[in-house]
């Protein structure tokens, strides 16, 4: 169990508490479950290494969704973050552009990824 779910753990645990009536007790179950939610969109947005989990592949295409994907390039020691997704066949990342850097990328070595935001919804 990782920090952002012990924590949520015991702010769930909390949370049953601070429903008991008592002088204040609105508020602190206000901050209580303000703090669940900006937990719980950390602990969704946080990037994944990929030798701890892959992206969800798709039976129908055998492909995963769309994904943020972060490598390093070890001979020139930086970073890089491109759009792509997973192959299950060929076992392979594929790209689109690349618009964190402008040097040449070790298209290789990825080391993490993250899902793609909610779309925006007016309203």
């Not at 204040?24 to 947005?45: P, R």
């Not at 769309?66 to 390039?73: A, N, P, T």
């Not at 759009?83 to 594929?94: C, T, V």
């Amino acid at each position: 169990m990782n920090e952002i779910e012990k924590a949520l753990e015991e702010l769930e645990a909390l949370r049953l508490y601070a429903m008991l009536p008592y002088d204040g007790y609105e508020t602190t179950l206000e901050t209580i479950e303000t703090s669940i939610k900006a937990l719980e969109e950390k602990k969704n947005n946080r990037w994944i290494p990929v030798n701890e989990k892959l992206p969800k592949i798709y039976e129908d295409t055998n492909t995963s969704e769309i994904v943020f994907v972060q490598g390093y390039d070890k001979e020139a020691d930086y970073e890089w973050q491109a759009m792509g997704w997973y192959a299950e066949e060929p076992k392979q990342w594929f790209f689109a552009e690349c618009k964190s850097t402008d040097k040449p990328i070790d298209w290789i070595n990825i080391i993490a990824w993250q899902p793609l935001p909610e779309p925006y919804k007016e309203g």
